[in-house]
């Protein structure tokens, strides 16, 4: 089982950008998929955008498409969120989260098994 650790959180101002990264130890596979979700209190967590281990396939939700950038750095296990243009409704506890890559239901929390501890964004207006 992958283990995941999240860092790169904090607060910003409205329009800025912050990079989060997910370090991953233990085995990866080039089916291995890294998702980012998010959750904001009182809300359920949400789909924020998903890369195969790969690199050959990346979804980003429709609410951070554009905006957001996820890429991986094989060297280094690791992926990173870059999040631009930032808005107060990015407000959340980002967490990135790892499973086997099957195409369908990715966007579902129940699709991963391995979770990080998660990060928080601040994004003032």
């Known amino acids: 089982q992958v283990q995941l650790v999240e860092s790169g959180g904090g607060l910003v101002q409205a329009g800025g950008s912050l990079r989060l990264s997910c370090a991953a130890s233990g085995r990866t596979f080039s089916s291995t998929a890294v998702a980012w979700f998010r959750q904001a209190p009182g809300n359920e967590r949400e789909f924020v955008g998903v890369i195969v281990w790969s690199g050959d396939r990346i979804v980003y939700s429709d609410a951070v498409k554009g905006r957001f950038t996820i890429s991986r750095d094989n060297a280094k296990n690791t992926v990173y969120l870059q999040m631009n243009s930032l808005k107060p409704e990015d407000t959340a506890v980002y967490y990135c989260?790892?499973?086997?890559?099957?195409?369908?239901?990715?966007?579902?929390?129940?699709?991963?098994?391995?979770w990080g501890q998660g990060t928080q964004v601040r994004v003032s207006s």
């Open positions: 989260a790892a499973g086997f890559w099957t195409g369908v239901y990715y966007s579902r929390a129940a699709q991963y098994n391995s």
